[in-house]
């Protein structure tokens, strides 16, 4: 690979599989973080990451449709993210309700009472990223296996050393990086069970009415409302209007959760959707989808060595929102693994409590 490593990949279900956390179609990538530096430089980083990726491989990765923040009288946290965006050197607006309404029409501004615009944002398609990643990957190198690791994993004197596939083939290696999203506890129930908390998600698509075009890319930004944990997307290659409540879920087991929405949740879906859009209040439910988040106890990642197998590292809990941080998360696990820098304490296993308080949106 192109660091001079020898990389081997091995994978469950194949790239982007339907359980993946990044198997759906679509991901929002916004700067916004509020007061969290960090995350929206590892955002803004991995946006340019991921467009390199659309250039080299030849795949519409990337959507630039621009990310509306809708804000209320008291909404901290958009106030937060527009001052990381100025300091950090985002390209952003402030918009007035009136800003919107002559933008959007098709958008609400009922208690609404200002914005905040990210042209630069947009929507990542998850799915067909991973496969162009996976793809390229094996075109520069990297040794790509469908193998199911044996569990449990097993060791002896603090290392690993090797790994044993459902076949009976014996994988060796020199380093070993975990990143099995919700399965992460299922790999290792001693260190990361209360650590690591999968939550069901419910996601939901509406046809926009026949012949109209204000709920498509081209006219309609990503947006979210902050202080409801609610956000949508456009019309995405005619798969209808996205629309999802961002609050966790009920906890879930990633190999036997039920992936069929519940009434609640639709119901739940409607009201906002009506509320936002009044043309979609009585619009088909054309699709649904239930996934799973990897949430921490408070939403940073976990990327940390294995506290008992020094050849072993754990990357994770993404909380809702990795995704988007996939080559910034890559280039730290590389350094990590490489010792080439010293480790984020945010990201260590000591700083996971087993308590949940969201601090990272």
């Known amino acids: 690979m192109a660091s001079g490593h020898s990389v081997t990949l091995l994978d469950a279900y194949g790239p982007a599989h339907s359980r993946a956390s990044s198997g759906g179609e679509s991901r929002v990538i916004r700067m916004g973080y509020g007061a969290d530096e960090l995350y929206t430089r590892w955002s803004a980083s991995s946006l340019e990451r991921w467009k390199t990726l659309a250039e080299r491989t030849r795949q519409t990765v990337f959507h630039e449709t621009g990310v509306l923040w809708l804000a209320g009288k008291n909404d901290i946290y958009t106030q937060e993210s527009q001052k990381v965006l100025e300091r950090v050197g985002v390209r952003h607006e402030r918009l007035s309700v009136r800003d919107v309404q002559a933008r959007y029409p098709q958008i609400s501004s009922e208690d609404i009472e200002w914005a905040?615009?990210?042209?630069?944002?947009?929507?990542?398609?998850?799915?067909?990223?991973?496969?162009?990643?996976?793809?390229?990957?094996?075109?520069?190198?990297?040794?790509?296996?469908?193998?199911?690791?044996?569990?449990?994993?097993?060791?002896?004197?603090?290392?690993?050393?090797?790994?044993?596939?459902?076949?009976?083939?014996?994988?060796?290696?020199?380093?070993?990086?975990?990143?099995?999203?919700?399965?992460?506890?299922?790999?290792?129930?001693?260190?990361?069970?209360?650590?690591?908390?999968?939550?069901?998600?419910?996601?939901?698509?509406?046809?926009?009415?026949?012949?109209?075009?204000?709920?498509?890319?081209?006219?309609?930004?990503?947006?979210?409302?902050?202080?409801?944990?609610?956000?949508?997307?456009?019309d995405l290659e005619n798969r209808g209007v996205k629309i999802s409540v961002d609050e966790h879920g009920p906890p879930c087991d990633p190999d036997t959760v039920l992936r069929v929405p519940t009434a609640e949740g639709i119901a739940l879906a409607r009201e906002h959707l009506s509320k936002r859009f009044p043309k979609l209040k009585d619009a088909p439910l054309s699709e649904t989808r239930v996934c799973q988040y990897e949430n921490t106890s408070n939403g940073d990642f976990l990327i940390d060595r294995h506290p008992e197998l020094e050849d072993v590292w754990i990357a994770g809990g993404g909380s809702g929102h990795g995704f988007k941080h996939g080559p910034a998360v890559g280039d730290y696990v590389k350094q990590m693994v490489t010792n080439a820098s010293v480790p984020e304490p945010r990201f260590s296993l000591t700083s996971k409590a087993t308590t949940k308080t969201r601090a990272v949106f």
């Open 116 to 234: 905040l615009w990210e042209p630069g944002s947009g929507i990542l398609m998850a799915r067909r990223s991973v496969q162009a990643l996976v793809q390229d990957g094996i075109q520069r190198g990297l040794d790509y296996h469908l193998a199911h690791v044996v569990l449990p994993v097993t060791a002896a004197r603090g290392r690993l050393t090797r790994v044993v596939l459902h076949t009976g083939e014996v994988i060796a290696g020199g380093t070993f990086v975990f990143a099995c999203g919700a399965w992460l506890p299922k790999v290792f129930p001693d260190v990361l069970a209360g650590r690591i908390f999968p939550t069901r998600q419910e996601i939901f698509f509406f046809a926009p009415p026949p012949g109209d075009t204000s709920f498509n890319c081209d006219s309609m930004p990503v947006w979210l409302r902050h202080d409801a944990l609610v956000y949508g997307m456009p």
